[in-house]
Nanobody, 127 residues
Framework: QVQVVESGGGLVQAGGSLRLSCTAS????????MGWFRQAPGKEREEVSC????????YYTDSVKGRFAISRDNAKNTLYLQMNSLKPEDTAMYYC????????????????????WGQGTQVTVSS
C-alpha cells in the first residue's frame, strides 16, 4: 500500500521561506512521478508542481514559477518543495502524491493516475 507523509509546513511572514518534505513508502519510489498540490479554504485543490521519476523534468504552475523549487532524493524516497518569497495567497494545505505517469493528455502528474494522498501539511503566510 502506497503511503506518503508530508512535513515542514508552518506559519511564516510574507517574503519568507519554507521547505516541505514528503516521504513515501510501499512503492518503488523511482518508478513514480511525484507531485505537490494545495487546497486553500473554499477553493478546489490545485496542482503546484510535478517532477518526473528521475528528477530530470519538472513542471510548475504559473503562480509559483521562479519562487518554488521541486526536487527529489530517490535514495531516501523523499520529495521536497522549497518555497521562497512566500505570499499570503500561498496559504493552503499542501499535499504530495505519487503518480504513475508524469505527463499525459496535457496534464502533468494527472490525478487519475495518482496512488494516494497524504494527510497534508498546513502552510500559512501572514501579511
Amino acid at each position: 500500500q502506497v503511503q506518503v507523509v508530508e512535513s515542514g509546513g508552518g506559519l511564516v511572514q510574507a517574503g519568507g521561506s519554507l521547505r516541505l518534505s514528503c516521504t513515501a513508502s510501499g512503492l518503488r519510489f523511482d518508478d513514480y512521478a511525484m507531485g505537490w498540490f494545495r487546497q486553500a479554504p473554499g477553493k478546489e485543490r490545485e496542482e503546484v508542481s510535478c517532477i518526473e521519476s528521475s528528477g530530470s523534468s519538472t513542471y510548475y504552475t504559473d503562480s509559483v514559477k521562479g519562487r518554488f523549487a521541486i526536487s527529489r532524493d530517490n535514495a531516501k524516497n523523499t520529495l521536497y518543495l522549497q518555497m521562497n518569497s512566500l505570499k499570503p495567497e500561498d496559504t493552503a494545505m499542501y499535499y504530495c502524491a505519487a503518480v504513475r505517469v508524469y505527463y499525459r493528455g496535457g496534464d502533468y502528474c494527472p490525478t487519475r493516475y495518482l496512488s494516494s494522498w497524504g494527510q497534508g501539511t498546513q502552510v500559512t503566510v501572514s501579511s
